[in-house]
């Protein structure tokens, strides 16, 4: 009777804790959408009265019918060229028995180190009108068209390579785990490797590249760093540009804004409904007794075999050229990069730190003098506060988004049944697209009389940073909680049973035994979500304010601004250098993530012994040298 009275705080924290997970549902996720969906028909007319169906009415004989048909013929396109693309590179490296894989693999795998704004500015810093390849090609062919580089062609050509990476990561993985018995059966009974390729390999890897088409199709149709940059009228750029628009430049913009991502709802919706009824069906499977490590495979036939090379290393080029050009040149001066020549005489830091004054002649014939026009990436106020403001609100956002993901795992396993709402929460943003959700905060929390944030504008001054913190939690949370669930099943209930035996806490019980078991693969989330966020584009071109101006809206500045007026004149240069900035964080925590930290106990045991070992050697060297000194 004693205990039946005793406060249980254990009920207070689960009622606590599920009143949040409510609050944060109901208000940062499913209000604004609810509300962008209402403002489509809550429109009213030049007389001030409603009219339900005129946003429709002008969908169906305005402009608008050419976006969503841009974004669907761009996504359609993707899905054979990254497939092609993503899928041969991938054969090439992990299935055939090409030379130079290792070094192919990295060249391929470097859209892992740099995407978004930062990957095509590289590409534009290549093929731009005045880029280092077009200005070859126009003094060889001087009638040539400068302006090749734009609209579908470019977007198209520039989203097939940088979509790949999830092929790189996906698809290698599934061919690596393919079982070689199979494979060597079939090629005992006669089968050329091509024909083995079709019959035995691929129908077990339909899974993995069905659902790389959906990915791919899906990103195709969000896009929204190169078609704005490189000029072709898709979805997304058109929606942050009504959603900055008023009812005095055109008619309901906001509304023809909130139509357009509906329309990527609905189709993100129904893909995501299809991958999820094709993943519950049967699948070909590659298994036997003795599972046997695949083995590469020669290609017999002279031709192919030089035709696969060659196929190999010209992608390894397309890949390569960007990255390499890029570091070149952040090592250039401010002339060399405009002339787009390499001076190897003239190495210079400042496109990184340090500043120059710009001396140029003016109309009237005198020179006038700009200070610290040229200035590096950690030298220019600008670039530093957009670094330090990416740093922050990705840091923050990722550390939140799997805190708040971890306690839901913990729930869920432990109420299977009452947590299955709180799951499918979770995943809810994985239904929208990135654009409706920040274009429904903008929207909807642009005002003070919001009560679910006690009639705080969200959007006004520096509110807008917590607003953009949210939008990037949120957007993580479906992708933390496949990845931080996943780890949860590795944990045996006998050892959180004997916690519990020995007198153990729940809180004990969770940072003693359950946290240090997942905690190698919470921080590896953190890790992936923050190198997602760090150069994110999309979400901050929508939340656009000179309180929250994002590294990569630092980075698009740079192609506009460059020598205006005098000023930022080695903008290029220090857009190269951002992008190598944006190399070395992007590669080091890939590093932590796949190498160091996907390494399991034997594999760190050996490379701690290794580490002593050298550890030892350095210091009987530096031993022996101070013994000879003394002596």
Sequence with gaps: ??????????????????????????????????????????????????????????????????????????ALCLVVTVNVVGISIVLLTEYFDIKGAGILRMGYMTTLIYSG?????????????????????????????????????????????????????????????????????????????????WKVVFPTLIPTMFSLTVMTFITGLCAMSAPTLLGYDSINPEIVRLAGSSVADESFPQARAALLSIILATFTIVLLTILSSYERKGHYLSVSKTKAKLQKQKINNPVANVLAHIYAYVLFVIYMTPVVMIIIFSFQTYSAIRLKTIDFSKWTLVNFIGQQDYEYLTARGTYKTRVGSISGVFSNADTLGGIKMSFIFSAVAAILAAVIVVVACTYIFKHKKKGIALEYSLLFPWLLPTILICYSYRVYFNSSEVWYVFGNNLYYGPNVRFLIIMAYTVVKLPFSLRMIKAAFYAIDEELEDAAKNLGASALVTFLKVKLPIILPSVLAVVALNFNALFTEYD??????????????MVIQAMCLEEGLYGYNVNASGRRCASTVFIM??????????????????????????????????????????TDEVLA
């Design 1 to 74: 009777m004693l205990n039946e009275k005793r406060f249980d705080s254990g009920k207070l924290l689960h009622l606590l804790g599920g009143f949040f997970f409510a609050y944060l549902f109901f208000g940062f996720m499913l209000l604004p959408c609810l509300n962008t969906l209402t403002s489509i028909f809550t429109v009213k007319t030049a007389s001030g009265e409603a009219d339900p169906w005129a946003v429709i009415r002008f969908f169906l004989s305005g402009s608008m019918k050419t976006f969503v048909w841009n974004s669907l013929k761009l």
């Design 539 to 552: 979400m901050s071109a929508t939340f656009a304010s000179t309180y929250g101006t994002s590294y990569a």
């Design 117 to 197: 704004v930062a990957l095509v500015t590289g590409y534009m810093f290549l093929y731009d009108s005045d880029g280092i390849i077009t200005t070859l090609l126009i003094n060889s062919f001087p009638d040539m068209n400068p302006n090749w580089f734009s609209g579908f062609r470019a977007v198209l050509f520039t989203m097939t390579f940088a979509c790949t990476s999830n092929h790189m990561l996906f698809l290698r993985n599934a061919i690596r785990g393919i079982d070689y018995n199979t494979v060597e059966a079939a090629r005992n009974m006669g089968a050329n490797p091509f024909k083995v390729l």
């Design 584 to 625: 070395i964080v992007s590669g080091l925590i890939l590093y932590l993530v796949y190498g160091v930290g996907a390494r399991d106990l034997g594999e760190r045991l050996i490379a701690r012994d290794k580490r002593r070992k050298r550890i030892a050697r350095i210091k009987a060297l530096f031993g022996k040298k």
